[in-house]
């Protein structure tokens, strides 16, 4: 997996473009990217891939949270590009200590979350949430790359890749 951090964009425009995406799905389906109706269960998916695969995970911005509202010592508030190519996998992980927003710029993947019966589809247009009940793992299944913007509070004692 590559890593790079661009200073190209101040902290404040990514996020503000993040959430610009994602509010422009107010008028969208409820249902769009989320488990069908009786298909949650708990522990539904085991765990999946234990390492990326043809995965691109570029740091666009941080903001040291330790340094603004609400001052969280220790966290930073991060906003990255990652991009799945055809086949690729972002492996299995929880977000117990690290909430997330997801918002799918381009194509279409699969996300395998532990408490759906079946995989998830996300589209382009879309975004979804990542709280601390949330384990799961995503493919794109796919033949074209899939381009993905998370943003997420990031506790830099819990995961070591805060860049």
């Given at each position: 997996?590559?890593?790079?951090?661009?200073?190209?964009?101040?902290?404040?425009?990514?996020?503000?473009?993040?959430?610009?995406?994602?509010?422009?799905?107010?008028?969208?389906?409820?249902?769009?990217?989320?488990?069908?109706?009786?298909?949650?269960?708990?522990?539904?998916?085991k765990?999946?891939?234990?390492?990326?695969?043809?995965?691109?995970?570029?740091?666009?911005?941080?903001?040291?949270?330790?340094?603004?509202?609400?001052?969280?010592?220790?966290?930073?508030?991060?906003?990255?590009?990652l991009?799945?190519?055809?086949?690729?996998?972002?492996a299995?992980?929880?977000?117990?200590?690290?909430?997330?927003?997801?918002?799918?710029?381009?194509?279409?993947?699969?996300?395998?979350?532990?408490?759906?019966?079946?995989?998830?589809?996300?589209?382009?247009?879309?975004?979804?949430?990542?709280?601390?009940?949330?384990?799961?793992?995503?493919?794109?299944?796919?033949?074209?790359?899939?381009?993905?913007l998370?943003?997420?509070?990031?506790?830099?004692?819990?995961?070591?890749?805060?860049?």
């Amino acid at each position: 997996m590559n890593r790079t951090i661009s200073t190209k964009c101040t902290p404040i425009l990514a996020l503000a473009v993040l959430l610009a995406g994602a509010g422009s799905l107010a008028g969208s389906s409820a249902q769009a990217g989320e488990c069908p109706a009786g298909m949650t269960m708990t522990d539904a998916q085991k765990p999946g891939p234990s390492a990326h695969s043809q995965v691109t995970d570029t740091v666009i911005s941080l903001i040291n949270l330790a340094e603004e509202a609400p001052r969280l010592r220790d966290s930073k508030l991060r906003l990255r590009r990652l991009v799945i190519q055809p086949g690729g996998v972002v492996a299995w992980h929880s977000h117990g200590e690290r909430p997330a927003i997801i918002y799918i710029v381009s194509g279409q993947i699969a996300e395998f979350r532990s408490t759906c019966k079946v995989p998830i589809t996300h589209k382009a247009g879309e975004s979804t949430a990542e709280v601390h009940t949330t384990s799961h793992w995503w493919k794109n299944m796919t033949k074209k790359p899939v381009v993905l913007l998370s943003a997420d509070i990031l506790h830099e004692k819990a995961d070591p890749r805060t860049m």
